[in-house]
């Protein structure tokens, strides 16, 4: 019972896991754009939330509308005033940047917020249960995140599947020489991008604060498992990224059950299978995988 | 006035001139065709109209209003819409999804979605379906339908004709006179002499970045176009 | 086809040139004057300099991958990791001599890096950066979990203890020394030899390269797999000065950012950058090393402010001024026949190869 417990609470770690990856997916598919820094962006929410909850002290979950449009805004001006010349120097000076702002990051957390751990507090919620059996009980927060990822990750799927701005994200992914032809500023839309990359981060960072707790150099490790769930999950697809991020908790999770050291290893092993068996990903879209 | 004034227009490649102090005037409703061999310069010309590159030297009026400056995206909502040689649309949208996108800069004309379809039949039955596996003739006709959403006032056409049969060929070159008729200005470029005659009221020749021949096409003889062409 | 025309002039290929054999002559001198800094030195300057050659060494293997097989690794730590461990199993562990154990040690870890190849070859750009990352987390994690090299906790060098204390800093002096220079002169051997032209022309254009029948693949596992020597042989010395080995720190990306600032404020894709920015470094670390973390916000800051206003780094810039370049990689046609003798300019040539 233990281990189909472990496999719940692997699919629910595993949506948050997504949702963090989103962003990353994102700005691949726009721009072709690996942002090292992504993970440390989402520790850095986490600790703009701390900011907001320790100078009001609200809920954690009542800063998100301040903290997401912030990040979005940040994310629209980095890439408007930063990242935007940096591809123009070639593929590799964004990777170098984005490497340059996650060392500036963590160590400006480190200097203002000291090493200590922290821990964002939703109060009573993070410890209540739904009982589905007598043996089988659901936290109502993993629950939460579940659900939350889903919503977004749908949402985003939406966007850009029917509005006009999702076409145009879409355009610009496939051609952004021939968007500019149709009006598209692909400038602009690079930094749309990364804007809604920030406000997914931001949300998935925010939801990780406050399932543990998090200190300065947490961002590596979340970059880490978003690049996971986007690979085995398979580049290009957005529900893709769902089940990799499922597939890389549930991962965890079982590992966690044989000894919680081997967590974090049980995943890369994972990772590391699906990319020696299907270096495409599970989902990769039938374009991909001729390739 | 003319819709369109290009005045001693050049253009590079890095250190490579493909544009020598070129000069044109298009005017209102009037279709204009630009013929030349390959390397000419034809495509670079358009390329200066649409913004994609910049000119070096002279200056460029639309609709009297100096608009070298202007970024190509803002171009289109100043309505001049370029066809691109080797037609470019977008892979993974459908037929539908690529000429929503071309009305992007929701300029206000007689082209929609209904009134291209119309326009080309063949794209109505396909209209779900992803570019990416659209014919050549289809794609180059949705190109030219994206470009007709933007409802320009300037449409610019680089060679439709490149890499397709001509029956298919002939079909496109159909449209052009609907386009026109509905008002909007036409600047083709071809390679294909035949076609660029028969579908202008004016025709250019460019050989190697200049100007070497220009008139009505009923006032051109053959001689004289194949030696604006080849140079010889 | 008639045969070769006697009277034509004929040619012969040249690289060598009046820069790269000043460079070569003060390479020989410089060697030999630092390494009689034992008989001289304090231990101090030693350790110093001991750091600053196997750092040398690292980011000389980073520029590799990098500036010339386009590849951007952020887990060489993985193989500074091993260097280490490895030292440690085969010195400390199996007993045997020091020098055999880094030697056996790269040799392991070529083997490893063979393997890890295979994975991270599957990948591309900024994933296949991430994923080299992800296999120095699987080396740690697999160290950590394991009691008989120290887990958690880690491990120290006894093995150097045989030498006694000023032995082994000069010892590790000499080798770091020796790793330093040979560093250098490997990346050089490597751009002057067709492996070089090759990586020079995927440099230029991937596609281009290939269809002149360059075999891209392998000339980019080629470079993978010495730079994961070289990045091991640099950790093994960095640790026979550091002597305590700790996972986390062994197998930390601070290696890597190390690296990367190095190699971008000296100057990436030049043999030259690194040297330029592992001075710069050092100096930098003295200056600033005490305000701890503000030192690697400077660093990155300048990191950054460089790889957009200055893509060449600081090397770039001196190229760019004196048309300079040390070591004598362009090739250049020069007539073998007396009577034609080709005015060869002395700057290694026109600056965007190099």
Known sequence: MEWVNAVVQGVLLGALYALLATGLSL??????????????????????????????????????????????????????????????????????????????????????????????????????????????????????????????????????????????????????????????????????????????VAIAGIFLGIRTTFGPSDGPTRLISAFEAVIIGGLGSLWGTLIGGIVLGVAQALGNQVSPSFQLLAGHLVFLAILMFRPHGLFAPASARQT | MSLLEVEHVSSFYGDFQALYDVSLAVDAGETLAIIGANGAGKSTLLNVISGLFPNRGGAIRFEGRLIDRLPAHLRVEAGISLVPEGRRVFPSLTVRENLLIGAYRRRTGRWDVPAVLELFPLLAARSERRAAVLSGGEQQALAIGRALMANPRLLLLDEVSLGLAPVIVSQLYAAIPQIAAAGTTVLLVEQNIEQALAASKRVCCLLEGRIALSGRPADLSRDAIVTAYFGI | MS????????????????????????????????????????????????????????????????????????????FIGLGAYGLFTFADLAGLHPLLAVVVTAGVVGLIALVTSFFAFRLEGGYFAIGTWVIAEVFRLLIVSNKAVGAGTGVSIRSLAQFGPDGRIAITYVLALAVGFGAVAVCALIMRSRLGLSLRAIRDSDVAARSLGVDVFRAKVAVYLIAAVGSAVAGSIMYMSLLRIQPTAAFGVGWTAWMIFIVIIGGLGRIEGPIVGTAVFIGLRELLGDFGSAYLIVLGTLAVAITILAPRGLWGLIEDRYSIGLFGIQRRLVAAAPMIEAQTPDAAGKSEVG
Do not use: C, K
Request: proline share 4%; no cysteine; charged share 10%.
């Open chain 1, 27 to 200: 700005v691949f598919g726009v721009m072709r754009m690996v942002n090292l820094a992504h993970g440390d962006l989402a520790t850095l929410a986490a600790y703009l939330a701390l900011v907001v909850v320790q100078a009001t002290g609200v809920n954690p979950f009542l800063a998100l509308p301040v903290v997401v449009p912030l990040m979005m805004v940040l994310g629209y001006l980095l890439q408007r005033l930063l990242l935007n010349r940096s591809i123009d120097h070639g593929p590799l000076s964004p990777l170098l940047i984005t490497f340059g702002l996650s060392v500036i990051i963590q160590n400006v957390l480190l200097d203002v917020f000291s090493a200590d751990s922290r821990g964002l507090d939703a109060g009573t919620l993070e410890n209540e249960s739904i009982h589905l059996t007598d043996q089988l009980a659901v936290g109502v927060f993993p629950l939460l995140t579940f659900v939350v990822a889903v919503v977004v990750l749908g949402g985003l799927g939406l966007i850009l599947a029917r509005t006009q701005l999702g076409r145009a994200l879409r355009a610009t992914s496939d051609d952004h020489t021939a968007a500019r032809l149709v009006g598209i500023d692909h400038r602009h839309l690079y930094a749309v991008a990364l804007a809604i990359a920030l406000g997914t």
């Open chain 3, 3 to 78: 045969g070769p025309n006697p009277a034509a002039p004929r040619f012969r290929v040249v690289q060598a040139t009046r820069a790269s054999r000043v460079t070569a002559i003060g390479g020989l001198l410089l060697i030999a004057g630092l390494a009689s800094l034992p008989a001289w030195g304090d231990a101090g300057t030693m350790n110093l300099l001991t750091e600053f050659f196997a750092l040398l060494a690292l980011a000389e293997m980073w520029n590799l991958l990098a500036g010339y097989a386009g590849l951007v690794s952020i887990g060489q730590q993985a």
